[in-house]
């Protein structure tokens, strides 16, 4: 059965697309996902499905939409697909993990999305297929980077993405 990654897009803990990781679990096991582990509290979700990926993502979607009256946007990655990122960004850039972004796109961003792009703060940012990489040398709080092909991504550091990576390997290997 193949393990997913889901990113959720514009969830937290409290205020606007507040959901409890416990209630996002309680929606996969309803939705028959097996072995539902979540990671943190900003909407990362690990599970396997017998489901393609787009009824995976549609069935969660749905699933969401009703628990918060709002569907928030759900971006599945394979265990594969997230170490490949992890890799990448580890050969992009000379820098802490939790000062580089990965932000998972539905589909790769326009050729020209990135051309007029200023790096207030010397960010540097690089694109591959999905996934935008951006390396923030004084932290991504204190940026101003604007990046409005972002908008329909979720963006995860590089420890994060690890983390999800070991969690879908577990998985895979029966360990988890």
Same mark, same amino acid.
């Given at each position: 059965?193949?393990?997913?990654?889901?990113?959720?897009?514009?969830?937290?803990?409290?205020?606007?697309?507040?959901?409890?990781?416990?209630?996002?679990?309680?929606?996969?096991?309803?939705?028959?996902? *097996? #072995?539902?582990?979540?990671?943190?509290?900003?909407?990362?979700?690990?599970? &396997?499905?017998? =489901?393609?990926? $787009? /009824? !995976?993502?549609?069935?969660?979607?749905?699933?969401? *939409? #009703?628990?918060?009256?709002?569907?928030?946007?759900?971006?599945?990655?394979? &265990?594969?697909? =997230?170490?490949? $990122? /992890? !890799?990448?960004?580890?050969?992009?850039?000379?820098?802490?993990?939790?000062?580089?972004?990965?932000?998972?796109?539905?589909?790769?961003?326009?050729?020209?999305?990135?051309?007029?792009? !200023?790096?207030?703060?010397?960010?540097?940012?690089?694109?591959?297929?999905?996934?935008?990489?951006?390396?923030?040398?004084?932290?991504?709080?204190?940026?101003?980077?604007?990046?409005?092909?972002?908008?329909?991504?979720?963006?995860?550091?590089?420890?994060?993405?690890?983390?999800?990576?070991?969690?879908?390997?577990?998985?895979?290997?029966?360990?988890?």
């Amino acid at each position: 059965m193949p393990v997913y990654v889901a990113l959720l897009r514009a969830v937290n803990v409290g205020g606007t697309g507040k959901l409890a990781m416990a209630d996002l679990m309680a929606a996969c096991d309803e939705l028959g996902f *097996a #072995a539902a582990r979540t990671y943190m509290q900003s909407g990362n979700v690990v599970f &396997r499905s017998d =489901l393609p990926e $787009a /009824a !995976v993502q549609a069935k969660l979607e749905q699933a969401l *939409a #009703a628990r918060m009256g709002k569907a928030p946007d759900v971006l599945l990655r394979s &265990r594969r697909q =997230l170490e490949d $990122a /992890a !890799v990448k960004a580890g050969r992009l850039f000379d820098a802490k993990p939790n000062f580089l972004l990965i932000t998972f796109l539905p589909e790769p961003p326009a050729a020209d999305a990135f051309e007029r792009l !200023v790096a207030p703060d010397g960010e540097e940012v690089r694109i591959d297929g999905r996934e935008v990489y951006i390396h923030y040398p004084n932290g991504s709080g204190r940026s101003k980077l604007k990046v409005p092909a972002l908008r329909p991504g979720t963006a995860r550091n590089l420890n994060t993405v690890r983390k999800l990576a070991e969690m879908a390997a577990a998985m895979e290997d029966g360990s988890a």
